[in-house]
């Protein structure tokens, strides 16, 4: 058997790594092994207990007050000394973090193959997002396999003349899709736990806020507080919902202009499965997340991203989602279309998610029993 790396550090890229694990787990042809970074560790903690398993080998490498230079020399030494120590046949990175960046450079200056999900995003913008942009960008020039999520995002890697493209899909469906099936066997929990933090939620219209994106900090968020301040003064009918990032960048800009708002519920982060319960019960969300972008489809909910520019385009060609930018009239005036416009509405929430159809982590499986 070959025995496979699979490398995370973040609450996203355990979302989308999970199912990949699994299924790697039925294959006779690997063994896998989960190593965490715990680039976000309780996050981390929620998704392995949300799906009842656990990191084999865990680096605990964040410490006070650590910067990015900070974290990526850490990764670098204690990736280095995992990786060099196994004889991996592969390692597998998910898209765009620090840890991915790192662990895909640790495996080229160890001459192992590196295999990228979600592999092919681009805005061309090294600041936007950022990190992200330069880090996919970096592992995308040693990747020895890119599973693309989408046709769009395989061009941009041919473009790069790069080999081993495969496209299969987003593993973020597969994830919503086992998610939903443990959900729905557990309704009522799920609904006593909201009814604790909004009462009579059933009866209340409820929209998801999300916002924590770096190259937002400053005025772009700001201009995300107004708009939300203007939608909440204007639609008293509807309960803002929005689980607030730990980062303070983002706790002290939302505190200082929504706080006062009775209809704008400022809560802490969320484990998945509650945030994805919260998302199902919403009529609206507005967020700068990436995961997001590519769940809500597949939970018909219409969606308004507040970033100028997004990697994920074709959520808004497909007509699953809009693109605000971060100044506060364009996500009021687009709120109000989508919202106040029935036709407008359901004809977003109806349109077919483009990012996958939760089988995209068997087919990477397949591709690299063949491959490898």
């Known amino acids: 058997m070959k025995q496979i790396a699979i490398v995370l550090g973040t609450r996203p890229e355990a979302i989308k790594l999970i199912p990949l694990y699994l299924k790697f787990k039925e294959s006779k042809f690997f063994n896998p092994v989960l190593i965490s970074t715990g680039q976000h560790k309780e996050m981390l903690e929620q998704i392995f207990s949300f799906f009842n398993l656990w990191p084999d080998i865990e680096l605990n490498v964040m410490s006070n007050n650590q910067g990015l230079s900070g974290l990526t020399s850490i990764l670098f030494q204690k990736l280095e000394e995992v990786i060099s120590r196994y004889k991996f046949d592969g390692i597998i990175v998910q898209g765009d973090t620090s840890t991915a960046m790192v662990g895909s450079m640790v495996c080229f200056y160890n001459k192992v193959k590196v295999i990228h999900i979600e592999a092919g995003l681009r805005t061309y913008d090294k600041f936007s997002p950022f990190p992200e942009e330069v880090n996919r960008r970096i592992i995308g020039l040693v990747a020895d396999f890119h599973f693309a999520p989408t046709e769009k995002a395989a061009k941009a890697l041919e473009k790069e003349n790069l080999n081993g493209i495969y496209i299969v899909g987003n593993t973020v469906i597969d994830s919503l899709i086992l998610a939903m099936k443990k ?15 909004f009462p009579d939620f059933e009866n209340k219209r409820l929209v998801l806020v999300t916002g924590h994106r770096r190259e937002n900090f400053g005025k772009g968020f700001e201009e995300i507080c107004k708009a939300l301040a203007m939608l909440a003064d204007k639609h008293k009918e509807l309960s803002f919902v929005y689980p607030v990032h730990l980062n303070p960048n983002v706790r002290q800009t939302v505190f200082k202009f929504l706080q006062e708002y009775k209809n704008i519920h400022l809560i802490d982060p969320l484990p998945y499965d509650q945030l994805l319960y919260l998302m199902s019960k919403s009529v609206l969300i507005l967020t700068d997340s990436g995961g997001i972008q590519e769940e809500a489809p597949s939970l018909n909910i219409p969606l308004i991203v507040m970033r100028d520019n997004t990697e994920r385009p074709e959520g808004i060609e497909a007509g699953c989602a809009v693109l605000a930018g971060t100044t506060a009239s364009n996500i009021v005036n687009l709120f109000k279309r989508i919202y106040e416009d029935q036709k407008t509405y359901n004809k977003m929430a109806q349109a077919v998610n483009p990012y996958g159809d939760g089988k995209s982590a068997e087919r990477i499986v397949q591709v690299l029993e063949k491959e490898l």
């Open 183 to 197: 959900i729905a066997a557990d309704e009522e929990k799920y609904k006593t736990n909201l009814e604790i933090s």
